[in-house]
């Protein structure tokens, strides 16, 4: 793919393209420049599968991407409409048998992405030349692969997958250390190396040898210098960023800490793809929406556009779609700014019909929704956003699962589970929240990983699988503290067996509080 | 342009394959976890395909849904199968990932985890058959194939389109031009050319475990022979001390009871190959399953019913003896002793239980005649 040749856009997709750019503009978008490719259905499901970059890196997982979407489309069961990448310029495919009315939604959709993502806050910290940063990451593994070995390269890679996911989100925002310090090499440590000879005592020099025996000293130093990696292998605090204290710290060959390096970065790159995904959707949505009701539809596109957009918003019992929800919440939002219903006189009014009928003019929804788009995420956009009358509107219910039948049942209706279940599932990216602990665990340079227990336990099976590919990586044995059946438990591999310990007390849930 | 995902898709089904390569004794001996879906299609689930990451377990699993329902209603079934709700704002989940293959794939892995040869066929003149498939849209046809949910959409198109759409009274009618119809395309199907001839042994002694043994067994040999000739024609005979013709269903559920004649089967065997499945234009496979239990003076004239009608004619002869608790299994020495190695597409084998089948199928098929 990376020899694919593109043709320019026809010339009424062109067209379509200037239209739709100026309306989006006119709206007072502010995007990158976006340029827009016609592909075909295959080439559009290659490039889904490999997340949007033709250049990544060969694994097999992107086959099975692959293969699941052209089953999908080859039996008529799903569709890729639009597939947009965060990069400055904005990339973005159209499917070249889409008709001219889905081109143009897709490109108002688009548009709406774009302008996201170069002005939400979230992003900010993104390579926007990942385009080319990826083709970089694909030549350096395929130059792996061809020197150690396609076996060898993806068994590496299985296992960095494996912990993809444990990286500290919040960390590209957060300043650790001195700004002085943080990026500047540092020479002195290379050429005073750290100094670990022993104290001695003042002797004269025929007395020396008995009052600082020689080996004494050398089992001195051995302790000072085994002292100071211990320091290092033990954080201060837990390690949310676990891939980067492998990186640092466990013995890895050169092209394994590479591999491991590109797999880091390519995380914390769709990181913020996966914090903003109902705001994201949302946005765009709204916007394909108001540009094409207002301006951008033909006569003839009316039944084609009403048809794709419903499609597009269908609700379902079991999976919230992310693309209603959030546009749902955007013009819920712009209404209640439009009208004035915010703030101290709004909130302690207790005259229903008042309040019911609340409209001041204020007409500050556009202003308030531009607002959330640069500073929230959807954690942050659904605790501030969400109201009673929000769920009621939009139907929203809490569901959970019933260990007695074994299925899914609704389980409330009620505004604060409901919204308390959704910034579960959001938090962290609805993950456990794994850190390292220590990477000298009973001095054995052994890797000791804490789970932040909330309630819900692992899924058992997977965290054993996850601590073997662990082990592989550390190279010695791995532990994981976390709680079971209400007990503290210390999950453990040593390379060939699993076993766990767990502790007679009872662990107090930590209630987290909304 | 050669696409780079071919090489990871291809990479990815090796994967799988290996992975079904590894559970292939456990498919054999479990055929529950295979359905035929639709027509020759098989889900089999691949667990574990997805890489492990550290995740929440089931106990606290809930979300968020919309729509319309009271407090308890059930919404979905629970098993950790994928199948259960997801969570906005996460990539979608699917934690174990079904695998459609198609049977002919299914007999591909079997072929080459058994290492069984390609068959070669006697060669036939192959008789080809015209079917229609209704499968392409035109805008002529007769009345009956109107598409009606396109024409209407084409109408109400042109009538929004030209201005004379009316939201008050949204009457469509269809144009001659709006008309759009079903319309079908001739393919080329193969007549069968290769049949199976299955004979079981119903008679007392043979209990719902055994007929589980010769069902899971057949499955595997059909889906192989079926990989190996474009079609093929499967007869069915059930015998105790008479022998009949029966269909799929009924040969695989009867139960009757009595005693063994087991020259009874193979005369009708002998009878079909007579009148309907001339060995000169079918390649025959024989399948015979039974507990070995024959009434003492048949065995002779079995034998040389075989020896002279159904050896000849067959490309394959195949005798499968399952363990029973009460016959004697002696009819498999009788075959040892009058046969020994005089006939090649002659193949006996003895299934002990539901692991042995994997065993029996690679002697049955090993030989690719």
């Given amino acids: ?514 | 342009m050669a696409m780079k995902i071919e090489a990871d898709r291809s990479r990815f089904k090796k994967i799988v394959r290996g992975k079904i390569r590894e559970n292939l004794r456990k498919y054999i001996t479990h055929e529950e976890m295979i359905g035929r879906k639709g027509k020759d299609l098989v889900s089999i689930p691949v667990p574990k395909l997805d890489l492990p990451h550290f995740r929440f377990g089931n106990n606290g699993a809930g979300g968020v849904g919309q729509g319309d329902g009271e407090i308890g209603d059930p919404i979905a079934g629970g098993d950790d199968d994928g199948n259960g709700p997801g969570q906005a704002g996460s990539d979608p989940g699917a934690h174990i990932l079904e695998v459609d293959i198609t049977l002919a794939e299914l007999a591909e892995i079997l072929g080459d985890t058994l290492e069984l040869p390609r068959i070669e066929p006697k060669g036939k003149a192959r008789i080809v058959q015209e079917k229609s498939r209704y499968s392409s849209i035109r805008s002529t046809g007769p009345e009956s194939l109107r598409h009606f949910k396109r024409t209407y959409k084409k109408a109400l198109r042109r009538q929004i389109s030209s201005g004379t759409y009316d939201p008050a009274r949204p009457r469509i009618i269809p144009f001659r031009e709006d008309r759009q119809y079903r319309s079908w395309t001739t393919v080329n199907v193969p007549e069968a050319n290769a049949a199976i001839i299955y004979m079981m042994d119903v008679s007392g002694s043979m209990t719902d475990e055994q007929k589980e043994v010769v069902r899971t067994e057949s499955f595997w040999i059909d889906t192989w022979l079926k990989s190996q000739y474009d079609g093929v024609e499967c007869r069915y005979i059930i015998h105790d001390a008479a022998a009949k013709e029966v269909d799929e269903h009924t040969f695989y559920h009867t139960r009757e009871s009595g005693g063994t004649r087991i020259s009874s089967a193979y005369r009708v065997a002998a009878s079909l190959i007579e009148k309907e499945l001339r060995p000169e234009e079918w390649n025959i496979y024989f399948f015979q399953f039974s507990d070995g239990d024959n009434w003492g003076e048949d065995s002779e004239d079995s034998i040389s019913l075989l020896r002279d009608k159904l050896l000849p004619a067959a490309n394959l002869f195949c005798y499968g003896q399952v363990e029973s608790p009460y016959g004697s299994g002696e009819y498999i020495s009788s075959l040892e002793t009058a046969f020994g190695d005089e006939h090649e597409n002659l193949i006996l084998s003895e299934i002990e239980d539901k692991d042995a089948i994997y065993d029996s199928i690679k002697k049955f098929l090993g030989k690719g005649i």
């Fill in chain 1, 1 to 514: 793919m990376a020899c694919a040749k593109f043709d320019p856009l026809p010339p009424e997709l062109a067209d379509i393209q200037v239209r739709m750019e100026g309306y989006a503009r006119g709206h007072g978008l502010d995007f990158f420049p976006t340029i827009f490719e016609v592909v075909d259905a295959d080439e559009l499901n290659a490039i889904a599968a490999y997340g949007g970059f033709p250049t990544r890196y060969p694994h097999w997982r992107f086959g099975m991407e692959y293969e699941q979407l052209s089953k999908g489309y080859v039996y008529g069961l799903q569709k890729i409409y639009e597939l947009v990448i965060n990069n400055d310029p904005c990339y973005a495919y159209l499917m070249r048998c889409n008709g001219l009315t889905d081109q143009k939604l897709v490109m108002a959709h688009v548009y709406g992405h774009s302008d996201f993502f170069k002005n939400n806050h979230w992003f900010s910290k993104t390579n926007r030349k990942m385009m080319d940063q990826i083709a970089n990451h694909g030549n350096r593994i395929r130059r792996y692969v061809d020197r150690f070995g396609r076996e060898e390269v993806e068994d590496f890679i299985d296992s960095c997958l494996s912990v993809e996911d444990l990286i500290d989100i919040h960390s590209p925002f957060i300043k650790r250390t001195d700004d002085e310090n943080d990026h500047k090499y540092d020479f002195s440590a290379d050429d005073e190396p750290e100094d670990f000879s022993p104290g001695r005592f003042k002797a004269k020099d025929y007395m020396d040898r008995y009052v600082n025996p020689p080996d004494v000293l050398k089992m001195e130093e051995q302790r000072l210098r085994e002292a100071a990696e211990q320091r290092e292998r033990s954080p201060d605090g837990p390690v949310r960023d676990v891939m980067l204290f492998l990186l640092e710290h466990a013995p890895l060959k050169t092209w394994q800490r590479d591999v491991l390096s590109i797999i880091r970065e390519e995380a914390y790159y769709f990181a913020p793809q996966g914090q903003t995904k109902i705001m994201n959707e949302g946005w765009a949505s709204y916007w394909h929406s108001t540009i094409m009701t207002r301006q951008g539809l033909d006569p003839a596109d009316v039944i084609h556009y009403c048809d794709h957009h419903s499609g597009t918003m269908a609700t379902s019992r079991t999976k919230l779609n992310p693309y209603k929800l959030g546009i749902e919440l955007f013009r819920h939002i712009e209404d209640r700014w439009n009208k004035g219903r915010f703030g101290k006189d709004f909130e302690e009014c207790d005259d229903l019909v008042a309040k019911h009928e609340w409209d001041t003019g204020a007409g500050l929804g556009r202003e308030k929704i531009f607002e959330i788009r640069r500073i929230h995420n959807d954690l942050t956009f659904i605790d501030t956003f969400l109201t009673l009358e929000f769920c009621r509107e939009q139907k929203l219910f809490q569901f959970g699962y019933n260990n007695d039948f074994e299925y899914y049942e609704i389980e409330s209706r009620e505004f604060p589970k409901i919204k308390a279940q959704l910034l579960d599932n959001l938090t962290n990216r609805g993950q456990p929240h794994i850190a390292v602990r220590e990477g000298n665990y009973k001095n054995r340079g052994e890797l000791f990983l804490e789970h932040h227990y909330n309630g819900v336990e692992l899924k058992l099976d997977y965290a054993r699988d996850t601590m073997t590919n662990l082990q592989k990586l550390w190279g010695r044995p791995v532990h994981v503290e976390t709680v079971l059946d209400d007990k503290l438990t210390i999950l453990s591999f040593d390379g060939t067996e699993h076993s766990s310990s767990q502790s007679e007390a009872e662990v107090e849930e930590e209630v987290t509080s909304f």
